[in-house]
């Protein structure tokens, strides 16, 4: 039987229902509802149980869902049951504010080094890593197995870089740099461009 292929938008929202639902259970709440879900969020309640309703059966019908277990199960879904160590590319302001950021620990990542090409960087400790040689980048990331890399290197350095975390064995890139990469197929990237979701919020002003 075929593998079900679930649309990429609708795995775009599972982890915006999972940090909701972590939101609901440090409240103190053991059930939700579609409806309540729907309204904190600004989606339909008939669409977020289309969504879930690809995944199996998680509530029934008046009764909700229990938080513990969705949580669970949406964890499951998305891999982060267990811990990824990521790697971050750029010494600059964002790449050190990612080393330094304490909220990936419970979200089921872990920044494990940071890379720079920069001498006067290289060797200097942020958020508690020192910074490695970029020239090294490839045999270290091979080595430690990291599969996640954040890149936050300037645009015109960025394809070259890319292609050297493919090379290392890296499969997904969270990519800072405003530029759309040329990958193979199976390499997932993301794109973080604050300008562009700016631009996207003033069309609305």
């Not at 259970?25 to 939700?32: P, Y």
């Not at 969020?41 to 149980?49: C, H, N, T, W």
């Not at 289309?50 to 938080?67: A, H, M, P």
């Not at 080595?143 to 290392?168: C, D, F, G, H, Y």
Request: charged fraction near 20%; aromatic fraction near 8%; glycine fraction near 8%.
């Amino acid at each position: 039987m075929a593998e079900k292929v679930i649309p990429d938008i609708v795995v775009a929202r599972l982890p915006i229902y999972l940090r909701t639902l972590q939101q609901l259970k440090a409240e103190g709440r053991n059930i939700t509802l579609s409806q309540e879900l729907g309204e904190m969020l600004g989606i339909s309640a008939a669409q977020i149980r289309k969504d879930l309703s690809l995944f199996g059966e998680f509530g029934k019908q008046g009764t909700g869902y229990n938080i513990s277990y969705l949580i669970d199960r949406l964890c499951e879904i998305l891999n982060v049951g267990k811990e990824w160590e990521v790697a971050v590319i750029g010494a600059g302001d964002i790449g050190s504010a990612l080393v330094s950021y304490q909220g990936f620990a419970n979200r089921g990542f872990r920044v494990n080094m940071i890379f720079d090409k920069n001498p006067e960087k290289i060797g200097t400790k942020l958020g508690g890593f020192f910074v490695k040689n970029s020239d090294d980048l490839v045999e270290t990331i091979r080595s430690s197995e990291i599969k996640i890399a954040m890149l936050t290197v300037p645009a015109e350095n960025a394809q070259e870089v890319a292609e050297k975390l493919v090379e290392a064995g890296v499969k997904a890139i969270l990519n800072y740099a405003p530029i759309y990469l040329k990958l193979p197929s199976d390499i997932r990237v993301q794109y973080i461009d604050p300008s562009v979701h700016l631009q996207h919020m003033t069309y609305y002003l």
